[in-house]
C-alpha cells in the first residue's frame, strides 16, 4: 500500500505527460521543416512530385534527396529538372535534362549535409520536372530536421525519441491506473480522456513516418484540444467527478 502513494501516482501522470510532450515536440518539428519547405519554394507544378528525404539528418551526416521523374506520355520526351536546395545566403540550384522513353520513369538524386542548413535546425530542397509538350510539369518538395543525440544519426535519433515518447506514455498510465486501482468516478473519467490522448499521440507520431502531413497536423491540433479539456474539466472541475 505504501507503494500506492500520491506521490507514485503524480510520477505517473508526470511521466505520462512527458510521453505526450515528446511526441508532441517530435511530430510538430518534423511538420515545420516540411511546412518551412513548402514555403521557401519558387516552384509551382501543375502536378505533385514525389521527393524523398530522411525527416532527420545529424551534423556529422551527409543525406539523398531523391526525386522521381515520369513520363506520362506516349512519346520520348527530355524535361529539364530543377532542384532548389537551401543554403545560408544563397540557394543552391541546379539543372538538368533527362531522356525518358514513353511511360517510363527514372530517379534522380542530390546530396546535402550541414553546409545547406537555414534557420539552425532545416534543409530544404524543392524539385521541379518542367513541362515537354503533353508531360505536364511536377513539383514537390521535402524538409530535413538537424539534430541528434548522443552523437547518433538522424534516424536513431528520431526513432530512440519515438521510443521515449511511446515508452514514457505506456509506463506512466500504467503506473497511474495501478496507484489508484481501484478507480473511482474521477479516475475512470480521467483515464478514458487520457486513453484517447495516448491513441491520438501514437496516430500522430505514426502519420509522420510516412509523410502524411495533414494527417499529423490534425492528430497534434487533436492532442492540445484533448489536453485543453483534461486542464479545464478535470483539473479545474475535479471535485465534481468525484464520489
Known amino acids: 500500500m505504501k507503494f500506492k502513494s500520491p506521490l507514485v501516482s503524480w510520477l505517473g501522470a508526470m511521466l505520462f505527460l512527458a510521453g505526450v510532450l515528446i511526441g508532441l515536440s517530435l511530430t510538430a518539428v518534423v511538420t515545420w521543416s ?7 519554394t519558387s516552384y509551382n507544378g501543375e502536378a505533385s512530385l514525389k521527393v524523398k528525404c530522411p525527416l532527420m539528418l545529424s551534423p556529422a551526416e551527409t543525406a539523398i534527396i531523391s ?17 532548389e536546395i537551401s543554403r545560408p545566403r544563397t540557394p543552391r540550384t541546379t539543372s538538368q535534362a533527362v531522356s ?14 550541414v553546409s545547406d542548413v537555414i534557420f539552425d535546425r532545416l534543409i530544404l530542397a524543392s524539385v521541379l ?3 515537354y509538350r503533353d508531360n505536364p510539369s511536377h513539383s514537390g518538395s521535402c524538409g530535413i530536421v538537424l539534430f541528434s543525440l548522443f552523437g547518433m544519426t538522424g534516424l536513431q ?17 500504467a503506473l497511474w491506473i495501478y496507484t489508484r486501482w481501484p478507480l473511482n468516478k474521477f479516475s475512470k473519467n480521467l483515464a478514458q480522456i487520457n486513453a484517447v490522448l495516448l491513441g491520438t499521440t501514437i496516430l500522430a507520431l505514426l502519420s509522420a513516418l510516412p509523410r502524411w502531413w495533414g494527417a499529423t497536423l490534425f492528430f497534434d491540433a487533436l492532442i492540445l484540444l484533448v489536453m485543453g479539456v483534461i486542464i479545464t474539466e478535470f483539473a479545474f472541475s475535479s471535485q465534481k467527478y468525484r464520489d
Open 100 to 113: 525518358l522513353t514513353p511511360g517510363e520513369s527514372t530517379t534522380i538524386q542530390w546530396t546535402v549535409d
Open 34 to 40: 516540411e511546412s518551412e519547405a513548402r514555403i521557401y
Open 157 to 173: 535519433t528520431f526513432a530512440l525519441v519515438f521510443a521515449i515518447s511511446f515508452l514514457a506514455m505506456l509506463s506512466g498510465g
Open 129 to 131: 520536372q518542367s513541362r
Open 67 to 83: 526525386a522521381d521523374i515520369l513520363n506520362l506520355t506516349d512519346g520520348d520526351i527530355k524535361p529539364v529538372v530543377s532542384a
